[in-house]
């Protein structure tokens, strides 16, 4: 079992920058692969971004490409979404998410951590 609990969200206004941070309690972090994903009001859940076991691959969804950097440190068990030029359209409640070696999918998730951006 991993859990996982999000920090980092507020409240920003365009523009502006804002880094999550997604701590895990597994002794077994280094073997997941780690995700963003984010909710808006109405919407579905969407996949943000995803970074491989060492760190060294990543990919993004097209409407963060650019704009956001995923990034995980091993040692802290710790994934981060550091989020530039925030657009109102960035508005979503973001989950952080892991995929234990083997799985085929995301397996656990965290609550959730509020990201508001206002024009």
């Known amino acids: 079992q991993v859990q996982l609990a999000e920090s980092g969200g507020g409240l920003v206004q365009a523009g502006d920058s804002l880094r999550l941070s997604c701590v895990a309690s597994?002794?077994?972090?280094?073997?997941?692969?780690m995700g963003w994903f984010r909710q808006a009001p109405g919407k579905e859940r969407e996949f943000v971004a995803g970074?491989?076991?060492?760190?060294?691959?990543?990919n993004y969804a097209d409407s963060v490409k650019g704009r956001f950097t995923i990034s995980r440190d091993n040692a802290k068990n710790t994934v981060y979404l550091l989020m530039n030029s925030l657009t109102p359209e960035d508005t979503a409640v973001y989950y952080c998410?892991?995929?234990?070696?083997?799985?085929?999918?995301?397996?656990?998730w965290g609550q959730g951590t509020q990201v508001t951006v206002s024009s």
């Open positions: 597994t002794r077994t972090f280094s073997t997941n692969i």
């Open positions: 998410a892991a995929a234990p070696l083997g799985a085929h999918d995301y397996a656990y």
């Open positions: 970074i491989s076991w060492s760190g060294t691959g990543s």
